[in-house]
């Protein structure tokens, strides 16, 4: 399967006064043709950062892309001139933000919003432009389209403004669909229609998408594959049925293990990851989630481990870590 996406050894810092930040750390990954990319991870391990960066969107300063190549359409998009990338984003690739009613503009209709990509990036007439808008609502479910083409997005409820988001990102029929946490803000039901929304919608167009997230209970129902990030750095990625089944990172385990179960016992409570994320000004050498990690080795604290295929795994299971932790798992299980 051909790669859509190649990030290599994507570095991304913020500087603040004097110091500097690294907030992204030689990240590189690939994204194929058609599949589903889950990204996860806490807030502040890179997740967004990085995707910001390599689409140009990252505001400069205070922040800075150090180094890296990103591969798309045999171009890097790296070092586009900014008029080129604009003609990617929205044409090539479409980007669902996380909150609607900030990155709509709220004096702008619906109607013109979703017109403005067909116009610039399909060069169709206004009114081409309205009456595909008009079957784009319909398409992500929004009922009364053409009434609802002249309405602001303050008339629309949070999931419907969502829609509208969506229906913006897959307007030109983008190749690679980016997805940044757009279900956080909704309550349960209206996240599962917005993910079923994008499951079909991914089928019917042939999209590639990279889901962006911290609940993995999402990446788990959709995602094909699955990176998890922390501080920065990439500590795990593989198929998602490798990473959910049998994790070798510890920092993948702990999300796991704070995920809600049925058969907890009632009133039983979940599990807390100890501790906090490190400071970006002042990260801890070696492994940045050693601190926090029950099963850290003194070679944890000192030297990051790179990625490398986990032994007796598919060969695109890969992890950071200097400890068995399936060994290590094994002798705290009781007997």
């Known amino acids: 399967m051909a790669a859509l996406l190649e990030v290599e050894d994507l570095t991304v810092s913020f500087a603040r006064g ?13 994204v194929e043709q058609g599949e589903t990319l889950g990204i996860v991870g806490e807030s502040g391990s890179g997740k967004s950062v990085h995707v910001l960066a390599m689409l140009g969107l990252l505001p400069s300063p205070p922040g800075d892309v150090e180094a890296g190549r990103v591969w798309f359409g045999g171009r890097d998009l790296l070092r586009l001139p900014p008029s080129s990338l604009r003609d990617v984003r929205g044409g090539q690739i479409g980007l669902v933000f996380q909150d ?18 067909l116009t610039r990036h399909r ?32 008339e629309f409820s949070g999931g ?10 897959i307007a ?31 089928q019917r167009l042939g999209m590639t998408m ?25 500590m795990e990625r593989g198929p998602a049925r490798a990473v959910f089944h049998d994790p070798r990172n510890a920092y993948t385990w702990s999300l796991l293990r704070a995920l ?14 100890p501790g906090q994320p490190p400071d970006p ?32 795994g598919p060969p695109d299971h890969l992890a950071a870590a200097w400890y068995d932790l399936p060994s290590l798992l094994a002798e705290k299980a009781p007997a």
């Open 160 to 169: 419907m403004r969502q829609r509208v988001m969506i229906a913006i990102a």
């Open 100 to 117: 609607p009613m900030t990155a709509l503009n709220p004096v702008l209709t619906i109607g013109r919003q979703i017109g403005d990509g």
């Open 260 to 273: 809600p179960h049925a058969e907890r016992a009632p009133g039983g409570r979940l599990l807390q990851i």
């Open 210 to 234: 990279i889901w962006i997230t911290h609940d993995m209970g999402v990446i788990a129902a959709i995602a094909d594959r699955v990176q998890v990030m922390y501080a920065g750095h990439v």
């Open 18 to 30: 004097g110091e500097v930040a690294r907030v992204v750390s030689g990240v590189s990954y690939t």
């Open 281 to 312: 000004f002042n990260p801890p050498p070696g492994d940045p989630f050693a601190p926090r990690n029950p099963f850290a080795t003194q070679r944890c604290f000192r030297e990051m481990p790179p990625l490398r295929p986990v032994p007796g």
């Open 172 to 202: 030109c029929e983008p190749a690679l669909l980016i997805a940044d946490e757009p279900t956080t803000a909704l309550d349960v039901t209206v996240q599962g229609q917005i993910l079923d929304l994008l499951g079909t919608l991914k």
């Open 123 to 154: 060069r169709l007439s206004r009114r081409a432009a309205r009456a595909r808008a008009a079957e784009l609502l319909a398409m992500v479910g929004i009922a009364q389209p053409e009434r609802r083409l002249d309405q602001f997005p303050h």
